[in-house]
């Protein structure tokens, strides 16, 4: 097995909807706004290369929005998916399996691409299988007021008009210890019903894809919940237990979301987790 990090495209999100009621005066020390209030962010995306399959773990946002709808986002930097795929060696008609942690546009807009004359949707990666499940599925093609527009049909849909949408298989309980993708999901309630966290075990490490649950180094404290989580109080229990266990196991965490720290470990204090060490791909992977 070989793991390669695949930078998608950098963006900015407002800081005081990433950290929820935390004061910007503490979450400005680990993620400083610009004059904007906004903050930097990353769509960094997981390749898994185990034999004949080669496994996405999540698109970033992709390029067929409008202009308006990426002016929102401040796109920044030069990483593109195309770009990052091409660095190792692969083309996007190579991969075999998508798997979508959740559907918000930042999370699975790659997927979906325009077709030559942009008269219509199709897959961006036409050979591959769509992962998802049945009950996030339901939850994003029915969405609520609050999600609704992180939903965006054009990102979905097209997936199981295609064919090619497949589902998890998930027994009772939060943990499925190996999927049909030969990695573990924790399934997380509390940013969006039934978010996939994958738990990799590589070169004697377990590397955790940690997607919305804990989108950068400044979010460790249980507390730092996102303004865009749907359930809030249930995000804090999920993350205790998970930091609690990714600290007493020593798991290096895959930051989707963290522009300038990709992978770290967690350490426990007398304050509760805390950051241990950071680490750059290259490092890990």
Same mark, same amino acid.
């Given at each position: 097995? +070989?793991?390669?990090? =695949?930078?998608?495209?950098?963006?900015?999100?407002?800081?005081?909807?990433?950290?929820?009621?935390?004061?910007?005066?503490?979450?400005?020390?680990?993620?400083?706004?610009?004059?904007?209030?906004?903050?930097?962010?990353?769509?960094?995306?997981?390749?898994?290369? %185990?034999?004949?399959? !080669?496994? !996405?773990?999540?698109?970033?946002?992709?390029?067929?929005?409008?202009? +308006?709808? *990426?002016?929102?986002?401040?796109?920044?930097?030069?990483?593109?998916?195309?770009?990052?795929?091409?660095?190792?060696?692969?083309?996007?008609?190579? =991969?075999?399996?998508?798997?979508?942690?959740?559907?918000?546009?930042?999370?699975?807009?790659?997927?979906?691409?325009?077709?030559?004359?942009?008269?219509? #949707?199709?897959?961006?990666?036409?050979?591959? +299988?769509?992962?998802?499940?049945?009950?996030?599925?339901?939850?994003?093609?029915?969405?609520?007021?609050?999600?609704?527009?992180? *939903?965006?049909?054009?990102?979905?849909?097209?997936?199981?008009?295609?064919?090619?949408?497949?589902?998890?298989?998930?027994?009772?309980?939060?943990?499925?210890?190996?999927?049909?993708?030969?990695?573990?999901?924790?399934?997380?309630?509390?940013?969006?019903?039934?978010?996939?966290?994958?738990?990799?075990?590589?070169?004697?490490?377990?590397?955790?894809?940690?997607?919305?649950?804990?989108?950068?180094?400044?979010?460790?404290?249980?507390?730092?919940?996102?303004?865009?989580?749907?359930?809030?109080?249930?995000?804090?229990?999920?993350?205790?237990?998970?930091?609690?266990?990714?600290?007493?196991?020593? #798991?290096?965490? *895959?930051?989707?979301? %963290?522009?300038?720290?990709? =992978? =770290?470990?967690? +350490?426990?204090?007398?304050?509760?987790?805390?950051? %241990?060490?950071?680490?750059?791909?290259?490092?890990?992977?």
């Amino acid at each position: 097995m +070989k793991l390669y990090p =695949i930078e998608t495209g950098n963006f900015k999100l407002d800081g005081g909807a990433m950290f929820g009621v935390v004061p910007k005066i503490i979450w400005n020390k680990t993620n400083p706004a610009d004059a904007n209030n906004l903050i930097d962010i990353a769509a960094r995306s997981l390749l898994i290369e %185990d034999g004949n399959r !080669l496994i !996405l773990i999540d698109t970033g946002m992709g390029n067929k929005q409008s202009e +308006k709808f *990426f002016g929102y986002y401040s796109l920044w930097g030069t990483h593109s998916m195309d770009g990052s795929l091409a660095k190792y060696g692969f083309h996007r008609d190579d =991969i075999t399996d998508v798997f979508l942690t959740h559907l918000h546009f930042d999370h699975c807009g790659g997927a979906i691409q325009w077709n030559n004359d942009k008269t219509a #949707y199709e897959p961006a990666f036409k050979n591959a +299988k769509f992962w998802s499940n049945e009950n996030h599925w339901q939850w994003a093609t029915e969405p609520n007021s609050r999600e609704k527009a992180s *939903f965006l049909s054009e990102n979905i849909l097209p997936m199981q008009e295609s064919g090619q949408l497949n589902f998890v298989e998930r027994s009772s309980g939060d943990f499925v210890k190996e999927s049909e993708l030969g990695f573990g999901i924790f399934f997380a309630d509390g940013h969006t019903e039934k978010q996939m966290i994958p738990y990799i075990n590589y070169k004697e490490k377990t590397i955790v894809f940690c997607a919305d649950l804990l989108p950068t180094v400044g979010h460790i404290p249980i507390p730092y919940v996102m303004g865009y989580d749907t359930r809030p109080l249930l995000t804090m229990d999920e993350k205790t237990k998970f930091m609690n266990t990714a600290a007493d196991n020593n #798991y290096y965490l *895959f930051l989707e979301h %963290d522009a300038h720290n990709p =992978i =770290i470990t967690v +350490k426990h204090t007398e304050k509760g987790v805390r950051l %241990d060490t950071v680490f750059s791909c290259d490092e890990i992977l």
